[in-house]
């Protein structure tokens, strides 16, 4: 609960000198010593993590396109968990750097879809008023808080009475809302750690629809930890396979099949191929 409220009540602040980035580091610029592309969103350089005596991160670089969902998947503990906390400014790395078109974390947009949507929603407040909770941190007229909300309604269209607690709701319903309450704020980038697992096939197929949606509408940079290879390919539109630790970069598999992308999405040989070359990733680094 605790990363929850550090999420929920971060508003992005005016950059101020001392977080504003140094000369030079702006999207197709010289990042300190290294270059990075144009349409880069997020770039990680140098950034180690280790717990213990156990390193997971050494030294691991990375970069993020713009307006692009990337899956994560990998082996069991290889680190996704940890590597998306890092980004998202919830959890310390002990060294490296992680800039947002050059901004800090704190002057960044983020929303959070944690897998367990039971800690994540506040079971004292409506769903309605979990959805409109971030919004009391942001400067907004009243008008263009009730606008955001209807706007969102609408996208997912809702069919449930979101004037119900949590208490009263399904798991998926509960997950919708903690989704709504993560766009409520029209984040720059989304993280989502394995926001269906814990939901039945039904509920999954309607709140990855829904995603789809309104990424469609307005592509955010999306990171998502996904445990199952065809979700993770079917949303994608690149993999980014890790490897076991120190965890390295074992491939970045871009996947562009059209948007919206149905059942028969998984019949392509397009889907068929990028989901074998994964699989075939995965248990090379299984194996190691
Ligand atoms: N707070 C912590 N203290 C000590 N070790 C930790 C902590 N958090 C994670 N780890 C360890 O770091 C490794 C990576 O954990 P993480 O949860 O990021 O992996 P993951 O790839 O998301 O795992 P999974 O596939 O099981 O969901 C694991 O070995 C885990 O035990």
Redesign the pocket.
Known sequence: MQALNTLLQRQPQAATDAVRPPRGQVAGMDLGHRWYAPGTHITIRGLDKR??A?T?YDNFDLDIPKGKLISIF??????????I?MIAGI?PYDRGQILFDGKDVHDTRIGYVFQNYREAVFPWMRAIDNIRYPLKYLKLSKGEKDARIDKLVESFDVKIDLNKYPYEMSGGQQQMVSIMRSLVVDPEVLFL??PFSALDYEMTQFLRDRLQKVFMEKPVTTIL?S?DLDEAVYLADYVLL?SR?PTRVADFVPFDAPRPRTAETTLTPDFLRVKGHSLEIFQREVRK
Not at 74 to 83: A, D, E, F, H, R
């Open positions: 717990f213990g156990h997971l990998g082996p069991n503990g290889c680190g996704k968990s940890t590597l906390n959890l750690d394995e930890v445990h890790l630790n």
